[in-house]
């Protein structure tokens, strides 16, 4: 099994050229939120923003983007109807899916914050764009079994949600976290990436399963949201990646291996000043453009 050392990163950064432009490195549509975790979608968009995105846009319930528009100034909100209980509603999917027809987003980010959203259900069955699911997205998938995508996709399940996907026990062992992390891939035809310590990412690719160790990250990433940077990280370098080549399964792998890395790496600085008792998920986006500086060195 391969790790992901800083070496690796750096050979599969996406390149920042001198004459691109925000069109240069895709655009995330970051649908997350709900009215007891509102913070969800904007951890989410945050990292994807310094993961170095052209675009991010969050679609959230309609009642949030006066205040979140306002947080977070670089973000475009797309606000959506919304349940009683301030759960993006069914209703929301027409506009949402126009608007997504309208911007072409190159990635899309589906589940953080979202509860039991009656959206998820149709977001799984209908989008046709690169698919991130996350959080209440693996949620809705284990409970209503929806596996078949085709788009590329990742899942991005820490043990409990990966336990709910394969109807089987929570791991309690390295070989039984790698087994399931393997099987998962198999079954979305896709990337698997396995929360945890250490973080696993295995790829699905013409019958065969590729995985990979993550080597960084520690007790700081312990902490409610660090799931939703990771998201967020995983999308907006993906954007890039994809836009500058192909969005498949293979861009998917190796993006989301870097922000496995990154993602551990900024939790790390973070805890050198804060330490691992300190350091929430909102210092682990502001400690990743200081990974990715450390890694762009690698290359000198």
Not at 120 to 141: C, F, K, M, S
């Amino acid at each position: 099994m391969k790790k992901i050392t800083r070496s690796v990163v750096a050979r599969l950064l996406p390149v920042r050229a001198e004459n691109a432009h925000k069109g240069t490195f895709g655009r995330v549509l970051i649908i997350a939120g709900s009215r007891t975790m509102c913070g969800a979608g904007l951890l989410c968009a945050k990292s994807a923003l310094r993961a170095g995105a052209g675009l991010v846009y969050w679609a959230l319930p309609q009642t949030m983007q006066d205040a979140f528009a306002a947080a977070l100034p670089e973000v475009i909100t797309v606000p959506l109807a919304e349940t009683t209980n301030g759960e993006i509603a069914a209703e929301a999917w027409p506009e949402l899916k126009n608007f997504i027809a309208e911007v072409n987003p190159s990635v899309v980010v589906a589940g953080p914050g979202m509860g039991n959203s009656p959206l998820l259900a149709i977001l799984l069955r209908e989008i046709q764009t690169p698919l991130l699911v996350d959080a209440d997205g693996l949620n809705a998938a284990a409970r209503l079994q929806i596996f078949s995508y085709k788009p590329p996709v990742i899942f991005t399940p820490h043990p409990g949600e990966m336990a709910r996907l394969l109807q089987m026990p929570i791991a309690m062992n390295d070989a039984t976290r790698e087994e399931q992390a393997r099987q998962l891939a198999a079954k979305i035809g896709g990337v698997c990436v396995l929360k945890g310590h250490p973080t696993l990412v295995s790829m699905d690719m013409l019958n065969h399963t590729w995985l990979w160790q993550n080597s960084t990250g520690g007790p700081a990433l312990a902490k409610g949201g660090s799931g939703d940077v990771l998201s967020g990280l995983i999308a907006g370098l993906w954007s890039q990646a994809g836009s500058q080549g192909k969005f498949d399964v293979i861009s998917a792998f190796q993006m989301a291996a870097c922000a496995v890395y990154i993602h551990g790496l900024a939790g790390d600085l973070a805890a050198q000043q804060l330490t691992d008792y300190g350091v929430l998920a909102s210092d682990t986006v502001d400690y990743v453009p200081v990974a990715i500086k450390k890694i762009l060195q690698e290359k000198k």
